[in-house]
C-alpha cells in the first residue's frame, strides 16, 4: 500500500503524536504519516502492530476522537434576517462601515458545499469558492503534502458551473446539507437584493473541507449507532492545517468555523485539536470561531464532590446512577479527577452483579463479563494522564442490560479535591437514551469549545432573547470562562429553511469575526490582531442584561452585537 491507501484502509489505526516520528519508526515499520504541524503528527500504523486491538486500541491521548454535526431539525421555510440584525451584522454591512467580508476567507470544515448554489456566486455568476478539499474523493491530486483526498480550485469550479453536467467535472456533493447550511449562514450571497438570502459575510471568499467519515473501528469502538455522521479528530485537524494555508499574514486573514463538537476530553481544552486550534488562533490573521454544543439538557455530566479527608470521618464513596433504556446497544464514558485525588470506580448492574474496584497502572485496561446479563464492561486508565496531567478513567459498557446502573466512585487514600466529573458522549452517538439520574447542566460545552484562545459561542433564542435549552453551558473544567457569548442558533435562516443548532450559532459567530478582520486587517486598522484579541473586541461589545451577573456559565460575557463592538472602539 501506498500512504493514501494507508490513510484511508481500517487496517491502519490512526494515531496522533506529539513526539519525533523516528522514535516511532524504531517500535513499528509499517507505517505512513502526516504532519500536522511542528509539534503534531498523525501517524497511520498497521493493526498488527497496535497492542490492546480489541480494548483499548492504544493510549488515550493518541486515540482520535470522534466529533458529531452539532445540528437540529429544519422548521419553516423563508428567509427571517432577524438573526442578523440582533447581532448588529446588518447594520456593519451598511455605510459607513460596509462590512461584507471582502478580502476575508471563511474555511467551513463540515460536510461539503453545494457550489452550484447561487448563494455562493457572485453578481457575474462566477463562484466565490476558492478551493474544495473533498476528503472522501480519491481520484483526484490532494492537496500538497496531504496525500489523500482531493482538491478542486476555483477555477475547476467555475468550468463545472459552465458545464451541462457540472458533477461531471467537480464531482463534490453535499449529501447531508450541513455544511451548506453552515456556509449560507457565516457567507452567503446577497439574493434578491437581499430580501430572498443574504449571510453574515457575503462577500467573503470561501474555502471547504467537506471530511470523510470516521473509519468503522472507531465506530466500533465508541459504539457510534449506523448511519449517524461522525468524523476523526485527525481528519478535522488536517482540516484546520489545510485553511491556515489560505491566510497571508497582514494582508489577506481566514476564520475557521467548525460546527462539530464532542464530550469525549477533559473539557479543559488539552486534547489535540484544542491545543492544534490555540496555536492557530494565537496567529496574526487567523481566527478560530467553534461552537459549545447542544448537549446542555441532555443529562450526560455529572459532577461529584466528596468531602476532605479530616471532615469525611471513613473512606469517600460515591454512588452515581446512570438510566439506560431499552436496546441500547452500548457507551463510553469517561471520568476525570482532580491532582492530587485518586479515584477507583466499581460497577453494580440493574441486576445486583457487582465489579469490584481495582487499582490500574499506567495504560491498563481490564474487561469483565457479566454472568447473568449480557453486559461487558472494559474500565481502563491512568493515573496521570498525559495532555491534562490528571486522573482518567475510561468505561466501555457494552450491551448494557436495561435500567438504572449504579458507578460507586471511591477515593483511594485521603481526599484533597474530592471533584470529579463524569460524561457520557453526546446524544447523537448513543443508539438509546442513557443519563445521570443527578445531571448537572454546566460543564457541558463540546470540546474544542473549552480551548483557551479560540472564540466560543453558546446559543439563545433572538426572538425573545431566550437562552436556548440544549445549548451547552461553561465553565471549563477547571473554571475557566468559556463560552465568551451567545449568538443566535433558533430559527435561523438557512438555505435549506429555518433551522435550530449550536453550529448556526457559530456560523453567524464566523461571519460576524469576517466582517471585524475586513475592517483590521484588509482595510489596515488592525493589521496585527489574531483571534484571542477579536474574543475581547467582541466580549467588550457583547450586548449585556441588566439582571444578570457575568461572566455567567450561559452568557458567558453577553450576546454577540458588532456594531456595540465597534462602539467599544470608540468609546461609547
Known sequence: MDCRDKI??????????????????????????????????????????VRNVNEY????????????????????????PNNLIVSGITQAQRAPLSLTGRGVVVCIIDTGI??????????????????????????????????????????????????????????SRDENGHGTAMAGVAAGSRLGNGLTYIGAAPEADIVVV???????????????????????????????????????????PV???????????????????????????????????????????????????????????????????????ENAEGFVMELWGNVPDVFTVSVRSPGGETIPSIRLGIQDSITYSFVYERTKITIA????????????????????????WTFLVEAVGSVHNGSFHMWLPITQFMSAPAYFLEASPYITLTEPAMARDVISVSTYNAANNSFYIDSG????????????????????????????GSSLAAAITAGAVAQFLQWAVVEKNNQIVASREIKNYFVRGASRSGELTYPNREWGYGRLNVVGTFDALIGV
Open 114 to 171: 453545494d457550489y452550484t448554489s447561487e448563494a455562493f456566486r457572485d453578481s457575474q455568476g462566477n463562484s466565490r469558492i476558492l478551493a474544495i478539499w473533498d476528503q472522501t474523493i480519491q481520484d483526484g491530486a490532494p492537496p500538497e503534502g496531504l496525500h489523500y483526498g482531493t482538491v478542486y480550485t476555483r477555477e475547476d469550479i467555475n468550468r463545472a458551473l459552465q458545464s451541462p453536467d457540472p458533477y461531471s467535472i467537480v464531482p
Open 255 to 325: 476564520v475557521i468555523c467548525l460546527g462539530l463538537g464532542t464530550s469525549y476530553g477533559d473539557h479543559a481544552g488539552n486534547a489535540p485539536l484544542p491545543r492544534y486550534l490555540d496555536a492557530i488562533a494565537a496567529k496574526r490573521s487567523r481566527a478560530v470561531v467553534v461552537c459549545g454544543g447542544n448537549e446542555g439538557n441532555a443529562g450526560h455530566h455529572y459532577q461529584g464532590n466528596m468531602e476532605p479527608s479530616s471532615r469525611s470521618g471513613g473512606a469517600a464513596v460515591k454512588p452515581v446512577e446512570v438510566r439506560v433504556a
Open 8 to 49: 484511508l484502509s481500517s487496517e491502519y489505526y490512526d494515531v496522533i503524536t506529539d513526539f519525533p516520528i523516528d522514535a516511532l519508526r524504531y517500535a513499528f515499520f509499517d507505517l505512513c504519516y502526516l504532519e500536522v504541524d511542528e509539534f503534531y503528527n498523525i501517524v497511520y500504523i498497521s493493526r498488527e502492530n
Open 473 to 500: 453551558r461553561g465553565f471549563t473544567r477547571n473554571n475557566v470562562v468559556a463560552p465568551d457569548f451567545a449568538a443566535p442558533g433558533v430559527d435561523v435562516s438557512t438555505l435549506r429553511g429555518r433551522e435550530t
Open 381 to 404: 486508565g491512568t493515573l496521570v494522564e498525559p495532555s491534562s496531567g490528571e486522573e482518567m478513567i475510561l468505561l466501555r459498557v457494552a450491551q448494557p442490560t436495561p435500567g438504572i
Open 210 to 252: 467537506k471530511l470523510k467519515e470516521a473509519k468503522q473501528y472507531l465506530r466500533d469502538f465508541f459504539m457510534v449507532p449506523g448511519g449517524v455522521p461522525a468524523y476523526e479528530e485527525t481528519d478535522i485537524m488536517l482540516g484546520v492545517r489545510y485553511a491556515d494555508s489560505f491566510t497571508e499574514q497582514f494582508y489577506r
Open 57 to 80: 486500541i492504544f493510549d488515550y491521548k493518541s486515540v482520535p476522537k470522534l466529533y458529531g454535526l452539532m445540528q437540529g431539525e429544519v422548521g419553516s421555510q423563508g428567509f427571517d
